[in-house]
């Protein structure tokens, strides 16, 4: 199935060559979780990250579903 993932900050190295605007399409299997789209991108799962599905905080092991936009984050930190 087919979802976009939107990468930021420092995450966005991990993105697919073919992306573009920050975004890329990603085609997961049918079940797949928040986890398993960072595990596709290669990101490390001990790397802290803050998930959002269709603009919903979300646990990483939340399931996805057709056509969902998930947004990863590093963690942020201000002052």
């Not at 979802?3 to 920050?22: D, H, K, M, Q, W």
Request: hydrophobic share 45%; no cysteine; glycine share 10%.
């Amino acid at each position: 199935m087919r979802i976009e993932v939107r990468l930021f900050a420092t995450f966005a190295a991990y993105l697919p060559p073919e992306s573009r605007n920050g975004a890329a399409t990603l085609e997961v299997p049918e079940g797949a979780t928040v986890a398993d789209v960072g595990r596709v991108l290669g990101i490390s799962s001990g790397l802290a990250r803050i998930s959002l599905v269709n603009g919903r905080e979300a646990s990483s092991d939340h399931p996805l579903m057709r056509s969902d936009i998930v947004d990863l984050f590093p963690p942020l930190a201000g002052g």
